[in-house]
């Protein structure tokens, strides 16, 4: 992070944005918790980290050309009318990044699609929290700390996760700098890829039950995180 604010690459119309309280922050958090959790995710499994990379990759593609359209509705109902919106790509590109990834990390054909699920609906449920300092990453700490205590791939996919979110945590809640989508769905892909790698089908069923719902009831579960 601390490379990407000295040499700002893209300049200041791509290095800053304007919050909720109207002040200008970096948005440096975002490729550098994304890369870490990357990088991490994928010493302990390529196609974990293949997830994470390809989430926070349609995450930035966001970021640069976003509109203010938000939520699935809104994104398929312009499709359906011949617009691809940057909230279709990332849709489309982290869902397919998920189910690859999960048919590479599980061997049957049920599991495969189950953890498909759950990294895509993980890496949306944090950026649907992501709408004020600190909210998104203090998830994915609150969320993954249970992880920590597991031995093995699991543990390890977790700390990659917990590791890349607490190192921005101080910035992000000092409104010097967001993590923006890249860093959401990036830190999402990569707790989901440590659920999968945790959990068997009954646990995977459940998880993916509970990101589902999340998606449905996404407006409220925003709501929620804005009014905290």
């Known amino acids: 992070m601390a490379v990407l604010r000295r040499t700002a690459p893209g300049g200041r119309a791509l290095g800053e944005r304007v919050n909720h309280a109207g002040r200008a922050v970096g948005m440096y958090a975002g490729p550098a918790s994304a890369g870490a959790a990357a990088v991490g995710a994928a010493r302990v499994h390529p196609a974990a980290g293949l997830a994470v990379l390809a989430a926070g990759v349609c ?17 398929l109902g312009a499709l359906r009318d011949g617009e691809v919106t940057s ?3 990332k849709l489309f590109g982290i869902s397919a990044a998920g189910l690859v990834a999960g048919a590479l990390m599980k061997e049957r054909p049920v599991d495969k699609a189950l953890a498909g699920v759950v990294i895509a609906g993980a ?3 944090v950026n649907l929290v992501d709408v004020r300092p600190g909210r998104a990453v203090g998830a994915v700490l609150a969320l993954g700390a249970p992880g920590l205590l597991r ?3 699991g543990g390890e996919l977790t700390a ?3 590791g890349a979110a607490a190192a921005v945590l101080p ?3 000092g409104e ?19 659920v999968v790698v945790c959990n068997r089908r009954a646990g995977l069923l ?3 039950v509970a990101v589902v719902a999340a998606a449905a009831y996404g407006d409220r579960v925003t709501a929620w995180a804005r009014a905290l």
């Open 176 to 194: 010097r700098t967001m993590i923006g989508d890249t860093g959401a769905h990036a830190l999402g892909a990569a707790l989901g890829t440590a």
């Open 59 to 75: 995450g930035a593609y966001d970021d640069v050309a976003g509109d203010h359209r938000r939520g699935f509705r809104a994104h």
């Open 87 to 89: 909230g279709a790509v």
């Open 123 to 125: 890496a949306h449920f």
């Open 160 to 162: 990659a996760a917990v």
């Open 171 to 173: 910035d992000d809640l």
């Open 206 to 208: 459940a998880h993916a």
């Open 151 to 153: 031995k093995g791939p």
